[in-house]
Nanobody, 122 residues
């Protein structure tokens, strides 16, 4: 199993910035099998949606709504993924979830963090 611990959420004014972090821990064999790390978000009354993800090779993709404002990065030595969020808007208000995908043989497993609240409001 993989445990994910998120941090960095909070209340910020429109136009402000926040940086989310998510650290993965668990059995070494599982941790070493992680390939993709990413962030999803879920606003009240809406479905969970992809925000950004990054492969262990550094390839990234973003939701159109955050392109140019958010940057995802990872530190493989620390098994940590980051989400730098700039120019935040009220529409970015949501619970943000970290997720990782491991591949062991032909089996993929997805793991989720507990979520961290991001509120953008004046």
């Amino acid at each position: 199993q993989v445990q994910l611990v998120e941090s960095g959420g909070g209340l910020v004014q429109p136009g402000g910035s926040l940086r989310l972090s998510c650290s993965a821990s668990g059995a070494s064999g599982i941790i070493s099998s992680i390939n993709t790390m990413g962030w999803y978000r879920q606003a009240p009354g809406k479905e969970r949606e992809l925000v950004a993800r990054i492969t262990n090779g550094g390839a990234t993709n973003y939701a159109d709504s955050v392109k140019g404002r958010f940057t995802i990065s990872r530190d493989n030595a620390r098994n940590t993924v980051y989400l730098q969020m700039n120019s935040l808007q009220p529409g970015d208000t949501a619970v943000y979830y970290c997720t990782v995908r491991s591949k062991v043989g032909l089996t993929y497993n997805n793991y989720w963090g507990q979520g961290t609240q991001v509120t953008v409001s004046s």
